[in-house]
């Protein structure tokens, strides 16, 4: 069945960076929209940064400049290069595939990773 794993969180330094991976199995990666997206404790889950299945790519304002998303195709992976982390940036990050076919309409979902920036 489908499955997406994100790994490489951790604690982090303010201004320091993380790089996330999230690896899917099951489905047709390549035709999959991917994106990250983020909770914080209290907070809805947002919207961090989008790849469409064309390349194409998408940030929130807040990540604008520090964040950077992208795919490997042939591993099945997508990632997100953290930089220049903030307090703010804390929270758990999931990892989320989106299919952009009519043959491959479904949604899925990683079990999150954890990032903490602390000094």
């Known amino acids: 069945q489908a499955q997406l794993v994100e790994s490489g969180g951790g604690l982090v330094q303010p201004g320091g960076s993380l790089r996330l991976s999230c690896a899917a199995s099951?489905?047709?990666?390549?035709?999959?929209?991917l994106s990250w997206y983020r909770q914080a404790p209290g907070n809805e889950r947002e919207l961090v940064a989008t790849?469409?299945?064309?390349?194409?790519?998408n940030y929130a304002d807040s990540v604008k400049g520090r964040f950077t998303i992208s795919r490997d195709n042939a591993k099945n992976t997508v990632y997100l290069q953290m930089n220049s982390l903030k307090l703010e940036d804390t929270a758990v990050y999931y990892c989320?595939?989106?299919?952009?076919?009519?043959?491959?309409?479904?949604?899925?979902w990683g079990q999150g990773t954890q990032v903490t920036v602390s000094s």
């Open positions: 989320n595939a989106q299919g952009e076919r009519s043959w491959a309409p479904n949604n899925y």
């Open positions: 790849q469409t299945s064309a390349g194409n790519t």
């Open positions: 099951g489905f047709t990666f390549s035709v999959y929209a």
